[in-house]
């Protein structure tokens, strides 16, 4: 969860999951298989307490250059620390964090079918607007034990 790669840049959250060795460890083991070290960011800590556990609570990405962010500080926070406009990111604002949580598979959103009908539009238009495929997944099952759609995923590129 604390690992996020965009197709340009793997960004890693330290936290106490993920401490500064861990991410020197990816940074090296990535960098030895070719990946530019320039496009591996290390990001701090951007949010405390039970509303963000890992660094895709708070951020995930639709295609390469858009993410999913929360609308307020917890988001500004997050943007700011990932560098996302010097990077080149557009940013999609979701007033439900929790919606901020998303999966793409071959050009397909899956994401969190919560009730803010304010997120689901913004990420409707957004999907729409770049041509991507969109489902809502009831994950109130994942919710009780505070688990999402990225907990629950392990995507490779075959």
């Known amino acids: 969860g604390d690992v996020l790669y965009t197709g340009r840049h793997l ?18 083991a990535f960098a030895s298989h070719g990946m530019a070290v320039d496009g591996i960011i290390s990001v701090p800590p951007v949010v405390a307490g039970k509303e963000v556990l890992h660094l895709k609570s708070a951020v995930t990405h ?21 560098k996302a406009t010097e990077r080149g990111y557009d940013a999609i604002r979701l007033p439900d964090i929790l919606s901020c949580n998303a999966v793409v598979v071959n050009g397909h959103v899956l994401a969190q079918d919560g009730p803010c009908e304010i997120s689901k539009r913004r990420m409707e238009q957004a999907c729409e607007e770049r041509t991507l495929g969109l489902t809502f997944v009831d994950t109130s099952e994942l919710a009780k034990k505070d688990g999402a759609l990225t907990c629950c995923s392990v995507l490779l590129g075959v």
Do not use: C, K, W
Request: avoid cysteine; aromatic fraction near 10%.
């Open 62 to 82: 639709i295609d390469e250059y858009t993410l999913l962010v929360p609308e307020g500080p917890a988001g500004d926070i997050v943007l700011d620390a990932m």
């Open 11 to 28: 960004f890693v959250g330290r936290s106490d999951r993920t401490n500064n060795h861990g991410f020197q460890f990816l940074r090296d």
